[in-house]
């Protein structure tokens, strides 16, 4: 396998869940509106540091797509799809756009470091 170049992204981002490697720009969520079978999913009008699958026809709730699915480059997890191909007029503005699993995502701003709130020796001096 060959190296893998990173996409960096300026300002609020959404990252892989699994690798904390950025996917999305909080500006280019175009729906938070959308579902899947693990819950609830954005639409984004574009994504960075994905790789596609093998593209394939998929009945959804609002009809037939061409989709294929996108996975995190740095670890590979499955973190949505991209629609390349809505059969029905009314489903063609999602030509293009990706949509991101929420429970494969996080908010940039989510932290997940330890903030230790005991005080410490120098504190307990003071008091």
């Not at 300002?11 to 899947?36: D, I």
């Not at 629609?83 to 063609?92: G, L, N, R």
């Not at 020796?121 to 008091?127: H, N, V």
Request: proline share 2%; aromatic share 10%; hydrophobic share 35%.
């Amino acid at each position: 396998m060959g190296r893998v170049f990173l996409v960096e992204l300026e300002g609020r981002t959404y990252k892989c869940k699994f690798c904390k490697t950025n996917l999305a720009l909080v500006e280019n969520v175009v729906s938070r509106g959308f579902h899947c079978r693990r819950g609830k999913a954005y639409l984004f009008s574009n994504v960075v540091n994905v790789t596609a699958g093998p593209i394939e026809e998929r009945m959804m709730l609002s009809g037939l797509h061409t989709v294929t699915d996108v996975y995190c480059v740095c670890c590979g997890q499955i973190v949505g799809w991209k629609y390349e191909t809505a059969h029905e007029q009314s489903q063609k503005y999602k030509e293009g756009k990706f949509v991101l699993e929420r429970g494969r995502i996080i908010d940039g701003i989510d932290s997940e470091f330890y903030i230790d709130t005991r005080p410490s020796s120098s504190d307990a001096e003071e008091a």
